[in-house]
Structures are given as structure tokens and as C-alpha cells.
């Protein structure tokens, strides 16, 4: 059964630290992987990662795939409490022979503290 | 705005009811898609569909639901007889595919349907 397994499920951490959130996943035909940002609306999209070991950067948020031990970790460097959201992993995959399915984690939940 | 837009927001009826929600993509983007989101989960496929085709539909929780797309821009999502747990959030995406390469997905705010 296709999965994507995000860790941890919640973290709480105080302003200015330094965050990982990680993301495994056993999935069939593999296409992509994309990082969200979910606070009380819809998720907002923060990186799609296709190739392994190059990393994406936007501001303080940085990302890698590595698809040969099928995991990827989103870095968020000196937290601010507007990073506190729920940040979801999703796999893009083509699915039933067709392309074109999403298959997201639970997500984790970063609370940032002042 | 020029973002996925969803009608209604929020959706309270009660239970064997039917209801219908509506999506409106970016306008440039081809595909469209359904996603249900329940409490603590991440959002789970329901359906999508390139241009007006629905192109895989095996995700949709039960016969109760049914997604069209009939010209290719909107689309609706229908439940029918519908039971408590289908209490969850409606999220549709777009997003534009060319050939074998594909777009990131932008989400639309969601229709919140509680039923009673």
C-alpha cells in the first residue's frame, strides 16, 4: 500500500530555534514530491523536490529529497511564530496507470513559542 | 482574485440529504481535483480530472459521491444521501500538466459540510 509517513507528528519549539520535519514515503511510481504549509485554511505550496540531493530554499525554509532511501526533510532556520502551522508532505505518483495523484502524510504540527 | 475559488464556504444539512459544492480553478490549469479532509489528517484524494475527462475516479468514498466537469472549467462534487460521516472539509486543486510534466497542485479554501 502506497504511504508517505511524515515525523515528527507534533513539535513545540521557542522562537529563533532551528526545526526539522521529516518525510518517508513507500509509494509506486514516484513522480515527485511536494511540501505544504496548512494553518487555518487550505495548504499553501512551499516546495516541489523532483531530483535528489538538490535543495530548494526560500527564505529560511530549505528542502532535499534523497529518492534512494525514499525520504525527504524540510529545514526551518530561526523560527518565527508565524511558522507555527501544519506541515504536510505529499507524493505525487501516477496511479491506476493514469498520472496525477496526491498521496499526503498526516503532517506535523509546529507550534512556535515566543 | 484570480485563485480556486469554492461555493459555499461552509454547508449544514442534514442527514439524507443531498448536496452539491462547486469549483472554479485557475483558469489556466487543466486539471482539477477533489480531496477530503478530515480532522488531524492530511487532505485525501477523492478524484480528477484532465480537462472535462474524469480520469480516475476508484478513489471516491462510495456511489453516494459522483464528480463532474462537464466543460472543462468548474466542476462539481456530489453527495448524496448523505451520512454523518461525511462531516469533513471539500477541498479542490488545480493545476496545470503539459505532456508527461506536471505543476505543483494550488488548493482552493475548502467547503466545510457538517452533517446533522
Known amino acids: 500500500e502506497d504511504k508517505v509517513v511524515q515525523s515528527p507528528l507534533s513539535l513545540v519549539v521557542h522562537e529563533g530555534d532551528t526545526v526539522t520535519l521529516n518525510c518517508s514515503y513507500e509509494?509506486?511510481?514516484?513522480?515527485?514530491l511536494l511540501w505544504y504549509k496548512q494553518e487555518k485554511k487550505p495548504p499553501t505550496f512551499l516546495f516541489m523536490l523532483?531530483?535528489?540531493?538538490i535543495e530548494k530554499k526560500s527564505g529560511r525554509l530549505s528542502s532535499i529529497l534523497d529518492k534512494k532511501e525514499l525520504f525527504s526533510i524540510l529545514n526551518i532556520t530561526a523560527t518565527q511564530t508565524g511558522d507555527s502551522a501544519i506541515y504536510l508532505c505529499?507524493?505525487?505518483?501516477?496511479?491506476?496507470?493514469?498520472?496525477?495523484?496526491?498521496?499526503f502524510g498526516k503532517g506535523t504540527k509546529l507550534s512556535v513559542k515566543p | 482574485d484570480t485563485g480556486v475559488s469554492q461555493d459555499p464556504r461552509h454547508k449544514i444539512t442534514k442527514r439524507g440529504q443531498n448536496v452539491t459544492f462547486r469549483c472554479d480553478p485557475i483558469?489556466?490549469?487543466?486539471?482539477l481535483y477533489w480531496y477530503r479532509q478530515t480532522l488531524g489528517q492530511g487532505p485525501e484524494f477523492l478524484t480528477y480530472?484532465?480537462?472535462?475527462?474524469?480520469?480516475?475516479k476508484s478513489r471516491l468514498l462510495s456511489d453516494r459521491f459522483s464528480a463532474e466537469r462537464p466543460k472543462g472549467s468548474f466542476s462539481t462534487l456530489e453527495i448524496q444521501r448523505t451520512e454523518q460521516g461525511d462531516s469533513a472539509m471539500y477541498l479542490c486543486?488545480?493545476?496545470?500538466?503539459?505532456?508527461?510534466?506536471?505543476?505543483?497542485?494550488?488548493f482552493g479554501p475548502g467547503t466545510r459540510l457538517t452533517v446533522t
Open positions: 486543486a488545480s493545476s496545470f500538466t503539459q505532456g508527461s510534466w506536471h505543476y505543483e497542485q494550488y
Open positions: 509509494v509506486t511510481n514516484f513522480r515527485s
Open positions: 523532483t531530483s535528489s540531493g
Open positions: 505529499a507524493v505525487f505518483m501516477n496511479y491506476g496507470g493514469s498520472q496525477g495523484n496526491l498521496i
Open positions: 483558469s489556466e490549469h487543466n486539471r
Open positions: 480530472f484532465q480537462n472535462e475527462a474524469q480520469l480516475e
